[in-house]
């Protein structure tokens, strides 16, 4: 008997919280997470990081340095990061896996994309993954992103996305910031 898919759960992206603490701590350290971006970290080194984080100025996305909480059908479900990096912007996401594989980073692409549009036209997005992450491979396929791209002094694959690509996308407003 065929057996519809069930839709991706709605997701939006919220400023990073005091209260988000534990989801940072649980990501950092999460091996599954981790393992397509290093070591999972000691708990000291990421609740440094986080109280760091937290002294982010909020601003739209594109405008520095900035972590958004994704929130779904849960409270928080993982951690989307946009970093100014000089001439360019990357993109990062980190879901828990009880919330991989659902079409959730797809949801939260699409809406850091949106923001980007929308604050940042001008500038070139950048993600970098491991080669094996084939869900991240996956996102930048489905967005457009450039080719993969190797460095000899690096493990990661990097991949762009031209301003004037970031420009197309499939919505004409940002329900986000």
């Known amino acids: 008997m065929p057996t ?11 400023p990073l919280q005091p209260a988000d603490r534990g989801l940072y701590v649980r990501l950092y350290s999460d091996p599954e997470v981790m393992r397509h971006i290093g070591s999972p970290r000691a708990r000291s080194t990421i609740e ?10 909020v601003r739209a996305l594109g405008n520095g340095r900035q972590r958004r909480v994704v929130r779904g059908p849960a409270d928080g479900i993982g951690l989307l990061a946009v970093d100014d990096v000089g001439d360019r912007l990357e993109l990062g996401l980190m879901l ?65 996305l031209r301003p004037d690509a970031v420009n197309r996308s499939r919505r004409s407003r940002c329900p986000c910031n």
């Open 4 to 14: 519809e898919a069930l839709p991706a759960p709605a997701v939006t992206l919220v």
């Open 48 to 57: 440094a990081d986080f109280d760091a984080a937290l002294t982010l100025p």
């Open 96 to 160: 828990l896996p009880a919330w991989q594989g659902r079409g959730i980073g797809r949801q939260a692409f699409e809406l850091a994309l949106m923001a980007l549009r929308t604050h940042a036209a001008d500038r070139v997005v950048q993600v970098q993954y491991r080669p094996d992450n084939r869900a991240m491979a996956a996102l930048a396929r489905t967005f457009a992103f450039g080719p993969p791209e190797s460095n000899a002094a690096s493990t990661l694959v990097r991949r762009w």
